[in-house]
């Protein structure tokens, strides 16, 4: 059985330590901002004996939300779709309207995985990722099947009224 909670103090050092292991680090670099992913408010997906299974961390500007991360350490077991849930609904809760996220180009399993939980394309950020590589210089050159990485796609979540 998988709970979604919010992310405790505790749980900080569990998701660097996890995103470190996955993606080299807890820094995210979206549309030119920096983010320390470790550090933001989010929700944790753990099991009955309160392991980690997944992580979203967020940040929030403006009256939007953005999702800074998003990751299921365990897969095909909804982890990743209650995460996603769990920020919908606190954003209804504060009253935010929009909720965003950026992937990157190669991230083919993410450009289905949020379409189908009916997140929009929003905007292509074309080159954004080699700017962001002046910034965080670990970001690898190809990503999944051997795609070069170069590209920020921006997906929208619009809260209705």
Avoid: C
Avoid at 7 to 16: G, H, P
Avoid at 79 to 106: E, F, K, Q
Wanted: no cysteine; aromatic share 8%; charged share 25%.
């Amino acid at each position: 059985m998988t709970a979604i909670r919010p992310k405790e103090d505790r749980d900080t050092a569990l998701i660097a330590a996890a995103l470190t292991e996955h993606f080299g680090g807890t820094m995210v670099v979206s549309r030119g901002r920096v983010h320390d992913a470790a550090g933001l408010s989010g929700f944790v997906a753990v099991d009955d004996e309160d392991r980690l299974l997944g992580a979203l961390t967020w940040h929030e500007a403006g009256g939007e939300m953005e999702i800074v991360t998003l990751n299921s350490f365990v897969e095909n077991r909804g982890v990743g779709t209650a995460l996603i849930a769990a920020a919908v609904a606190l954003g209804r809760a504060i009253g935010v309207r929009r909720l965003w996220l950026v992937t990157s180009n190669d991230n083919t399993h993410a450009l289905r995985f949020y379409q189908k939980r009916g997140w929009d394309l929003y905007a292509f950020h074309r080159n954004a990722i080699e700017q962001a590589r002046r910034i965080k210089p670990a970001i690898p050159l190809t990503g999944e099947d051997a795609i070069p990485i170069r590209h920020e796609i921006e997906f929208e979540f619009i809260i209705g009224a």
